[in-house]
């Protein structure tokens, strides 16, 4: 009788010795997996410092980026890689996306007046196709939002295109796709 209320009870211990055993599992398992989301929602925040506004009042995209899958260049008559968003709107002003530094204005032929900008955290932003009326200079720090220049029709490469912005966004000196970090669809 002894021996058997003995071996039920360590059959008991057993059982809940695994159990408890399976709680700690469980609770480690936990752990590690809210760390790594943790880990992982936190990275986008730290490369976000970079507050960006819209290029233009209420933009149209007529040409969106796209590295990817060519598209027709109607005024080359050819299809190429756009890796920038071509924008249009009333009023035709243009304005930084970002704050940041004024780092050239030039113009040529093909992409019209070009202004750079310089952000924080490795962001270029570059407006091609402005009218020869630029309202800043190389050196000059812009605050998102204030105004650089008019959209136009200076940029030969894309003339048929009609009077418009070519805004191209590059990180770490690469283009990436504008609308990742900016709300051009949705105006
Ligand atoms: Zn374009």
């Known amino acids: 009788m002894e021996i058997k209320k003995e071996s039920k009870f360590l059959r008991l211990f057993r059982r809940y010795a695994v159990l408890a055993f399976a709680c700690v599992l469980?609770?480690?398992?936990?752990?590690?997996?809210?760390i790594s989301v943790k880990k992982g929602g936190e990275a986008p925040v730290?490369?976000?410092?970079?507050?960006?506004?819209?290029?233009?009042?209420?933009?149209?995209?007529?040409?969106?980026?796209?590295?990817?899958?060519l598209q027709f260049n109607e005024s080359l008559n050819r299809w190429e890689i756009h890796l920038s968003v071509d924008l249009t709107s009333e009023n035709e002003n243009v304005?930084?996306?970002?704050?940041?530094?004024?780092?050239?204005?030039?113009?040529?032929?093909?992409?019209?007046?070009?202004?750079?900008?310089?952000?924080?955290?490795?962001?270029?932003?570059?407006y091609s196709s402005l009218n020869e009326?630029?309202?800043?200079?190389?050196?000059?720090?812009?605050?998102?939002?204030?105004?650089?220049?008019?959209?136009s029709t200076t940029a030969s490469n894309e003339s048929k295109t009609g009077s418009h912005l070519h805004f191209t966004l590059l990180k770490d000196g690469v283009e990436v796709d504008p609308n990742n970090y900016i709300d051009l669809q949705n105006k």
Not at 26 to 34: D, G, K, P, R, T
Not at 46 to 69: C, G, I, R, W, Y
Not at 112 to 118: P, T
């Open 26 to 34: 469980c609770v480690v398992i936990a752990l590690v997996v809210s």
């Open 133 to 151: 009326n630029v309202d800043v200079k190389a050196g000059d720090k812009v605050e998102a939002g204030q105004k650089i220049g008019k959209a």
């Open 95 to 126: 304005f930084s996306a970002a704050k940041g530094v004024v780092t050239s204005v030039e113009s040529n032929s093909l992409d019209g007046y070009i202004v750079e900008i310089s952000h924080d955290d490795g962001f270029v932003s570059v």
């Open 46 to 69: 730290s490369t976000q410092a970079v507050k960006f506004s819209l290029p233009m009042e209420n933009a149209v995209v007529v040409k969106d980026f796209a590295d990817d899958h």
